[in-house]
Structures are given as structure tokens and as C-alpha cells.
């Protein structure tokens, strides 16, 4: 969430297009209340900036998997055990997947 309200201030049209979405949802005076699921849903701007915000710096850069059988990769064949890590943030800031 951190890095959501860090990307909104850096871009003031994206944080007023976030702002007007919430309150035509939920309004703009003060409750005590969470929003609900329902009303979330209807907030696709503001999902969509949360989204970004998780690809551009994910909550983890890496993961790990394990092979389940013989395969080939590129020019490298890995063994059914072989243990796999995987760096999701190369993929997710490529300019061939995503315009940056």
C-alpha cells in the first residue's frame, strides 16, 4: 500500500482520477465505516492502480520452484528436482511485456 500512495503523489492526474472514482462510490464525507466488497468492485481505476503498483515493485522480487520433470530451457536442460529461482521482477519491468 505503501508503494500505491507513493506512485499516487508522484502523478497528480492518476491520484485526482483515484479520488474522484472513491467519491463517486462512497462520497466524501467522513465514515466509520470500510467500504464494502460490493463498492470496491466498482472501482477499477483504483484496482487497476494497486495492480500496477505490485508489478512495478512486487511484494516479493523472487520466488522459488522445484521441477516437477526433465525439461528444457533456452540452451539448459534442468532435472525433474532441480530447485528453480525465479526473478518475477525482470519479467514484470520488461518493455517486451510491459510499456514502462
Known amino acids: 500500500l ?7 503523489s508522484q502523478h497528480a492526474e492518476c ?3 483515484c ?8 462520497g466524501d ?7 464494502t466488497r460490493e463498492e470496491v468492485e466498482k472501482m477499477p481505476y483504483l484496482a487497476g492502480m494497486i ?3 505490485l508489478r512495478v515493485r512486487p511484494v516479493s ?8 520433470k526433465d525439461m528444457d ?3 539448459y536442460t534442468l532435472k525433474a528436482g532441480a530447485r528453480i529461482m525465479v ?3 525482470i519479467f514484470q519491468l520488461s518493455e517486451e511485456n510491459f510499456e514502462n
Not at 505503501?2 to 499516487?8: A, D, I, R, T
Request: charged share 25%; aromatic share 10%.
Open 73 to 75: 530451457v533456452g540452451d
Open 19 to 26: 479520488y474522484k472514482e472513491i467519491v463517486s462510490i462512497i
Open 15 to 17: 491520484q485526482e482520477k
Open 29 to 35: 464525507s467522513p465514515h466509520e465505516d470500510h467500504p
Open 51 to 53: 495492480k500496477e503498483a
Open 61 to 68: 522480487p523472487s520466488f522459488n520452484r522445484e521441477a516437477t
Open 87 to 89: 526473478f518475477n521482477s
Open 2 to 8: 505503501q508503494w500505491v500512495l507513493l506512485m499516487l
